[in-house]
């Protein structure tokens, strides 16, 4: 009887594996197709990440509801890879921020400040070519606004070739990186392996990562290394990972709270001190080393409040003009508020994981971006405790800024309403199911651990599916 069971389940097995494996496929084939859709239309860009969204929920109850075997992750990384690498080999059509970080590393090899000239300046013309400057975005006017760390990293990547799917591999190496380390965190939390799905086959990855070659991978990969340092209780190690997030892309330091231990100050210092570090390493043009920073936030509409989705909407409403320094002042205060449960919460085994997605996910809520890479740093989070709201807000984001209403302007407030309306939704709906059908399942991610954020101990010996 034990054998038969055995044989039935492996058989089961046997099938997830193939059911996978063809969803793997159609995503890979949506690759290929996809970097074309752009221009040419089809079947339209919209719809092929929207396909590869239901294959990617559909890959998840997979691994959820089904038995699997030594095989499954690989078939997971594989098809990951195989999706990526059909987006590197493509030329970047949603973004051309890519050709930006080929330039900075190109500047830094020529021994100069990649913050004190613009590309258009005449100092830089010697390295002007027929591929990579013509295509640089702000290149007339604007300074590099990318940290000391994305600049670090473009160097170090142009060494090897200053070219644009270089540069995208070697994102995707970024990723490989977060991958590995998911794992690891799984392993040490007593998850199943398989679960890194949720991060690796999510269609925002293939698209902002693997084809636009965003820098955001690698501060996914520094935020991943931090959550895993803070689990095996290295302050020091948790605060230099998190730094250089930071020194990538600025918004990992909100997370600062979430990762404090109390009593143990090494973090924060070395948090500090890595930051400064980087900072002076570039120091040498003064203020410029913030590069098109301030400039940005008048053009991005931080400034004048236009960008602000919350502030836009409550203007509406209540037909009034609230200034954006109090609609700034009221959001820092906000902030303020959930660091201060952050730390309260920082006892608490493993509730750091929790408080940083909750961080992540409001300040992304009180920026409301205008571009979906934004939403990127949400996933490794999202991998560990998939959260209803926050997994509603990456994915619903990942389509919606594929359509007409990604525009500028009133398309963006209606697209702003469709996504943190669902997010709202999403929260009432996660309380109502938490207080009154905690065991329903209805639109529950059973791959979160039970009792992870509220039990003080938690198994570590590793363990996966048969």
Known sequence: MT???????????????IALLLFGLITVELCRTGVHEFHHFVHGYSETVFGQIILY?????????????????????????AARLVCVAAPPFLSTDVYRYVWDGKVQAAGINPFRYIPADGHLAFLRDGSIYPNINRRDYAHTIYPPGAQAIFLAVTRFSATVPFMKLA??????????FLIKIFNYLNLAPERVVIYAWHPLCFWEIASSGHVDAAALTFLTLCIYARLRNKPGATGAWLGAATLVK?????????FFQKSKWQMPAIFAAIVAIGYACYSSVGKAVFGFLPAYAQEEGIETGSRYFLLSLANRTFHTEIPPIAYIAICGVAMLALCVWALRRSALPHAFLFSALVLATALNLFYSPHYPWYFLWLLP???????????YLVTAATYLFGTNLGAAGEPMYHLNLLLYGGFAFMLVLNIFLDVFLPQSGIFSLKLTP????????????????S
């Not at 600025?250 to 979430?258: F, I, T």
Request: glycine share 4%; with cysteine; net charge positive.
């Open 3 to 17: 054998l038969h069971l055995q044989s039935l389940r492996q058989g089961k097995a046997a099938a997830t594996n």
């Open 57 to 81: 929920l559909g890959a998840i109850s997979l691994i959820e509801r089904c038995p699997t075997n030594k095989w499954t992750l690989w078939i997971i990384l594989a098809i990951a890879f």
């Open 171 to 180: 994102m995707v190496g970024f990723e490989a990186i977060t991958c590995l």
């Open 250 to 258: 600025l918004y990992p330091a909100a997370l600062l709270p979430a």
């Open 381 to 391: 989070y999202l991998a560990i405790t998939p959260w209803r709201p926050a997994f």
């Open 450 to 465: 039970p009792n992870l954020f509220k039990s003080p101990t938690l198994i570590d010996r590793p363990a996966r599916n």
